[in-house]
């Protein structure tokens, strides 16, 4: 069994910075692909940043492009989203998914194959 489980996340100001984490542990993911999605109170998931598992193609949400980076360890097993430049419109939880499918596959929703509980994100104004 595959387990996500992410940290990191808390209270900060707009403008400042926070670095999220999400570790996996079970059998390897080799191949998969790493997510970070996010959804807000009565708001859709959205796809907040997508990595390949070779780490050479990555892709991000318009509203967070130039602010947010992601990236992953696999030695370590763990994928990060490192958040600058935060704005209150990013407060959210955020949780990591694992999927073999590409970025364009996710973002509409649906599904994912493995995902993590989430880490709440709160950016005060």
């Known amino acids: 069994q595959v387990q996500l489980v992410e940290s990191g996340g808390g209270l900060v100001e707009a403008g400042g910075s926070l670095k999220l984490s999400c570790a996996t542990s079970?059998?390897?993911?080799?191949?998969?692909?790493m997510g970070w999605f996010r959804q807000a109170s009565g708001k859709e998931r959205e796809l907040v940043a997508h990595?390949?598992?070779?780490?050479?193609?990555?892709y991000y949400a318009e509203s967070v492009k130039g602010r947010f980076t992601i990236s992953r360890d696999n030695v370590k097993n763990t994928v990060y989203l490192h958040m600058n430049r935060l704005k209150p419109e990013d407060s959210a939880i955020y949780y990591c998914?694992?999927?073999?499918?590409?970025?364009?596959?996710?973002?509409?929703?649906?599904?994912?194959?493995?995902r993590g509980q989430g880490t709440l994100v709160t950016v005060s104004s």
């Open positions: 990595i390949r598992w070779s780490g050479g193609i990555t």
């Open positions: 079970g059998r390897t993911l080799s191949g998969y692909g």
């Open positions: 998914a694992a999927d073999l499918r590409p970025a364009e596959n996710l973002k509409g929703g649906g599904d994912v194959e493995f």
